[in-house]
Nanobody, 115 residues
Framework: QVQLVESGGGMVQAGGSLRLSCVPS????????MGWYRQAPGKQRDLVAS???????RYADSVKDRFTISRDNAKNTVWLQMNSLKPEDTAVYYC?????????WGQGTQVTVSS
């Protein structure tokens, strides 16, 4: 059973930076899509950024020019570099992977941005 292991969340002041990492626990071949979603209290889970195995990335409008997603295809590791963080970025961030026609989710890592 493949599990996604996330790290890098925490608390930071507005304007600061954090870097999230996500790596599968099992041995897999190339994941089709990897990405990050986030869910704030009382809100739905929304896409933050995703990246294909061809390194094509997409971003939510709210994070463009502040967040950067990247991946290592050999290790199926994905990172989310978050700069210029705002209080509205506060949420639980979930790693996502589309692999072999199945969807996988991490357990989530809390990101809190104080004003």
């Amino acid at each position: 059973q493949v599990q996604l292991v996330e790290s890098g969340g925490g608390m930071v002041q507005a304007g600061g930076s954090l870097r999230l990492s996500c790596v599968p626990s099992g041995t897999i071949f190339s994941a089709n899509v990897m990405g990050w979603y986030r869910q704030a209290p009382g809100k739905q889970r929304d896409l933050v950024a995703s990246i294909t195995s061809f390194k094509l990335a997409r971003y939510a409008d709210s994070v463009k020019d502040r967040f950067t997603i990247s991946r290592d295809n050999a290790k199926n590791t994905v990172w989310l570099q978050m700069n210029s963080l705002k209080p509205e970025d506060t949420a639980v961030y979930y790693c996502y992977m589309r692999y072999s026609s199945s969807d996988y989710w991490g357990q989530g890592t809390q990101v809190t941005v104080s004003s």
